[in-house]
């Protein structure tokens, strides 16, 4: 009996033990863990018609992993330095998922158009923009418009006007004051829309439909161009793709067998900017056997610092990581394409 009872208490601690294990590694958690990606050979991700890159070394993409926290690796985030727990509303906004990688698709589409443009302008090749109209980031609770148009969205018309810039569409809806019923004329899923409702006050005390927004544009080139970024999103790969692209449009030896990384956003008119997660991406950088680390730079005035997160700029904190972690890897600040091609070209 003694025998029976024993056999039943360790089955039962076994099916608990089970049970444990099972919800360690199996329990979604509300928050997400971000820790270093990957640093991809973007010589493989990109395609110039009649420009291969034959050139030894490699620009790399890095990216940032996001996964749904479970126990377990909750617990892994919080003794590993390169691990770190955030919330849903910090990487989403309280957007859903299917949302929120619709617009980071958008945000990386955008990259790879202004890496385009700014390559084909530095080579001297021909490129062509084409605006098509303000994407829709995000509708407001209060808004008018919210029944009609949703996140991904692209408004293509005010009032039957088309402008060139998002400044364009919001001069024009400012003037026409509160209340005011304005027509817009929008994309969505492929389907051109009409719809019209008055004007809000926005927190600016202006008027306005009530939505965040950014540029849709398309970029098309003489000499055909294909950017592969896989299953990566979001808008920091603008700059190492500028430099992929310029590479092989020109075949200039700027590598010169190195293995360079980096991020950074890429401007309209060739500017660098600021990212999330650098320091994560140093990691990634050095596991993937990098030299050089090619980081947005801003002058860190008290009045930039105060904004920051951590109140750090992307170059201290790149500094900052590859000093512990990463002594190898050269962090070089860069604010423009041109100042990053000067570099590699100089050193």
């Known amino acids: 009996m003694k025998n ?3 056999f039943i208490r360790r089955y039962w601690l076994g ?24 640093a991809n050979n973007l010589k493989s991700l990109v395609t110039v018609k009649g420009h291969p890159d034959k050139r030894a070394g490699k620009f790399m993409l890095t990216s940032v992993t996001l996964a749904k926290a479970r126990p377990i690796t909750w617990l892994y985030a919080q003794l590993n330095p390169h691990y770190a727990v955030v919330s849903a509303a910090e990487i989403s906004g309280g957007e859903d998922d299917a949302t929120y990688d619709k617009v980071q698709t958008f945000y990386m589409q955008s990259a790879i158009n202004e890496a385009i443009a700014t390559a084909y302008q530095a080579a001297k090749q021909t490129a062509h923009k084409t605006y098509r109209g303000i994407y829709v980031l995000e509708v407001q609770a209060n808004s008018k418009f919210k029944r009609a148009v949703k996140v991904g969205d692209t408004i293509t018309k005010v009032d039957g006007r088309h402008f060139t810039n998002a400044q364009g569409y919001q001069t024009y809806i400012a003037n026409q004051g509160v209340g005011q019923s304005v027509t817009i004329t929008y994309r969505h899923n492929g389907h051109t829309k009409h719809f019209t409702a008055p004007l809000i006050k926005l927190s600016t005390k202006q008027a306005g439909i009530g939505i965040a927004l950014t540029d849709n544009v398309k970029v098309t080139t003489k000499i055909p161009v294909k950017v592969n970024p896989g299953e990566i999103g ?33 401007g309209a008119d060739g500017s660098v900017g600021e990212i999330g ?32 997160d951590g109140h750090q700029t992307n170059y201290q904190v790149a500094k900052a990581t ?24 100089r050193y």
């Open 322 to 345: 590859a000093k512990r972690y990463a002594p190898k890897l050269r962090v070089v600040p860069v604010t423009s394409f041109k100042q990053a091609v000067n570099y590699l070209a």
């Open 277 to 308: 997660g650098i320091d994560k991406k140093i990691i990634a950088a050095k596991k993937a056997g990098a030299t050089i680390f090619l980081a947005p730079y801003v002058k860190p005035t008290k009045a930039v610092l105060a904004l920051e």
């Open 15 to 38: 099916i608990l033990a089970v049970i444990v294990v099972l919800g360690l590694f199996l329990v979604p958690l509300p928050d997400y863990i971000e820790g270093p990606g990957s």
């Open 234 to 266: 979001g808008p920091s790969a603008g700059l190492m793709f500028s430099l992929q692209i310029y590479q092989q449009l020109t075949n200039q030896n700027l590598r010169r067998g190195r293995k360079i990384a980096g991020t950074g956003t890429i």
């Open 4 to 6: 029976v009872r024993q």
